[in-house]
């Protein structure tokens, strides 16, 4: 079943931990994105990705870093995890294209003591 | 520039009753609009869309979406609530003529009252 999967749903770390959320997505799609999202509030994009080997920062600066070595695949990073990153993060795909949505996955939520 | 407003951030509505969300646009060029639903501890799920090809577009869950040129604007609305629609709403815009990142509007929740 063609769908974006994000791992870890739930992470609790302390601070000066470095982390790595995971996203897939089984569609094929060329483009994909992280968002950070404070619960309740607006979505703040943070990085995008036009295809492989391609990566933009997005409107709100973070400390994270992204790859995109693989199609399917856009893992986040952060080195040194603050209490500052506490947050929700959603990844998401699309085609190319600029009538085509963007698919959701279903978050993660870090929590940074 | 695209730029998107939700009118009001919190909506309440009884069960039964008409649900209308309100997004109005900007943009320089004619826009694709979205409506996202997001459930609790859940990512976003695409409600429907305008594309140009009708201006009353009809989505899932019983929710539709008219596009109003002369008003910008692109509501969201849904005949009858029902309790399982309580969540928060996001309108989205992008320019038609260019694959630009899409803007979000600050989401709305919607209460739903027994």
């Known amino acids: 079943e063609a769908d974006i999967y994000q791992t870890p749903r739930y992470l609790v770390i302390g601070t000066g931990k470095k982390i790595t959320l995971e996203c897939s997505q089984t569609?094929?799609?060329?483009?994909m994105y992280w968002y950070q999202q404070d619960p309740g509030m607006e979505l703040h994009l943070i990085h995008y990705?036009?295809?492989?080997?391609?990566?933009e920062k997005g409107d709100l600066s973070s400390e994270s870093t992204v790859s995109r070595i693989r199609t399917e695949h856009f893992p986040l990073t952060l080195e040194s995890a603050r209490p500052s990153h506490t947050s929700q993060y959603l990844c998401?795909?699309?085609?190319?294209?600029?009538?085509?949505?963007?698919?959701f996955g279903p978050g993660t939520r870090l929590t940074v003591l | 520039a695209q730029s998107v407003t939700q009118l009001g951030s919190h909506v309440s509505v009884s069960e039964g009753a008409l649900v209308l969300l309100r997004c109005n646009y900007s943009?320089?060029?004619?826009?694709?609009l979205f409506w996202y639903v997001q459930y609790p501890n859940q990512g976003l799920q695409l409600l429907l869309k305008?594309?140009?090809?009708?201006?009353l577009v009809k989505g899932i869950n019983g929710f539709e979406a008219e596009f109003k040129k002369s008003e910008t604007s692109f509501h969201l609305t849904k005949p009858s609530a029902h309790m399982s629609d309580a969540a928060e709403y996001f309108c989205?815009?992008?320019?038609?003529?260019?694959?630009?990142?899409?803007?979000f509007g600050k989401g709305t929740r919607l209460h739903i009252l027994p």
């Open positions: 990705s036009y295809g492989v080997n391609s990566t």
């Open positions: 998401a795909s699309s085609y190319s294209g600029a009538y085509n949505e963007q698919f």
């Open positions: 989205a815009v992008r320019p038609m003529n260019r694959d630009d990142k899409i803007i």
């Open positions: 569609m094929g799609h060329d483009k």
């Open positions: 305008y594309t140009s090809a009708a201006t």
């Open positions: 943009s320089s060029v004619p826009p694709y």
